[in-house]
């Protein structure tokens, strides 16, 4: 049984990238000949992973996009596609916690119905309701910590009793007394550079899922210097997938994700020059 973990730096290394793609097939915005189709959301799909996963090192369905319009057993379909045709593993972006019982549910239905590799959770039930997620061992367990959107900050930038903020305290329980399988990770958004240096000056080397590129604007250079000195998984999901509507949606996608890999592993490059000099 391969490790997440594991599975994430094969992929960086085959395919010289930290870019994840995430799959958010959104009806209003997928090709039209795609729309009447009774597959059309596992045929959109297929489309951009055949196109781009040598580019990649995961891809990040979301699973409300499948949910809302019925397609639970097309993502199905599309995991399994994915696992059968490509060495990428699979992030559900569904950021499930809640009682331990429920928690139980919901991680059997990421990795034993869905298949998933990894999951993103939330932490604010505390460690009892992650428990069940944790005690997949090969998983990734991806818990929110500074999430990238414009109001995250209503909450995750509270100062407590302690003097840290609440992102920081999940930050620290995440490296430290979550972590007893190794296989936690954090979501930390590319849109707060600022928090993002902190996260990893608390986390150490610990790998970060770091959304808010592409559509939501966050700087790629500032996100790479924020985050050096540990693992990274950068997604960007609108910017790459709708870069084309029509009939050459995915050779579309695959040009916006060679570029967007690109731009990553410049930026990396930059610094990596900069610390050498």
């Known amino acids: ?33 795609l729309a009447g189709e009774p597959d059309g959301v596992f045929q959109f799909c297929r489309g951009i992973v055949d196109a781009t996963h040598d580019l990649v090192l995961a891809f990040k369905p979301q699973i409300a996009f499948f949910a809302a319009q019925a397609a639970e057993g097309q993502l199905r379909r599309l995991i399994e596609y994915i696992h059968a045709n490509t060495e990428i593993p699979v992030i559900l972006d569904a950021k499930r916690a809640d009682v331990t019982s429920t928690s139980t549910m919901y991680a059997r239905e990421a990795f034993e119905v869905y298949g998933a590799d990894a ?47 609440v992102y920081e305290v999940v930050a620290r329980k995440a490296a430290g007394e979550w972590n007893g399988n190794g296989n936690v990770l954090l979501v930390t958004g590319a849109t707060h550079p600022g928090e993002l240096r902190r996260i990893r000056d608390i986390v150490g080397a610990m790998t970060l899922l770091i959304p808010g590129i592409g559509a939501q604007g966050g700087d790629v250079a500032a996100m790479i210097e924020a985050a050096r000195g540990g693992g990274v998984i950068v997604s960007s999901s609108r910017a790459v997938i ?36």
């Open 242 to 277: 709708y870069a084309g509507a029509d009939r050459d949606f995915a050779q579309a996608a695959r040009a916006a994700a060679t570029e967007t890999r690109n731009s990553i592993n410049d930026a990396l490059y930059a610094i990596c020059n900069d610390i050498r000099s």
């Open 1 to 33: 049984m391969v490790d997440f973990l594991d599975s994430v730096m094969a992929a960086e290394k085959n395919n010289k990238s930290f870019l994840c793609v995430g799959l958010d097939p959104d009806p209003a915005h997928m090709p039209a000949h």
């Open 119 to 165: 999951l993103t959770v939330n932490p604010y039930f505390g460690l009892d309701s992650l428990q069940p997620f944790l005690d997949y061992q090969d998983k990734g367990i991806i818990i929110l910590c500074r999430t990238s959107n414009p109001g995250g900050g209503e909450i995750q930038n509270l100062v407590t009793e302690s003097g840290e903020t």
